[in-house]
């Protein structure tokens, strides 16, 4: 009978084994292409967001866009006031790919 860690040695043994095949490119299927490359390096851009509204409605924008994955709570600015009563607005600025 095989002890845990003889298993899991075995288990590491044959991911490793797995992962080298993938990188020996034996389970690859990259077709070539004869054509040079007409813009190797993409170009980004700045593109900026920006939310204005009560405190309640910018966080939970905030939160919303985590939910459907478009942007970490972590990357927008602090809530920050606009002078207006009641009033926050908060920044997102990310990088976009132009063609």
Do not use: M, V
């Given at each position: 009978m095989m002890?845990?860690?003889e298993k899991f040695v075995?288990?590491?043994d044959f991911?490793?084994?797995e992962l080298?095949?993938?990188?020996d490119g034996e389970n690859l299927n990259i077709p070539t292409l004869n054509q040079?490359?007409?813009n190797p390096l993409p170009k980004r851009e700045p593109i900026k967001h920006l939310l204005i509204g009560s405190s309640k409605a910018v966080s939970s924008t905030i939160h919303y866009l985590q939910v459907i994955g478009y942007a970490?709570?972590?990357?927008w600015s602090p809530l920050l006031p606009t002078g207006n009563p009641d009033e926050v607005m908060s920044i997102l600025i990310r990088q976009i790919l132009m063609q």
């Open positions: 002890t845990q860690l075995k288990n590491q991911a490793q084994s080298q095949q993938y990188l040079p490359a007409q970490s709570i972590g990357d």
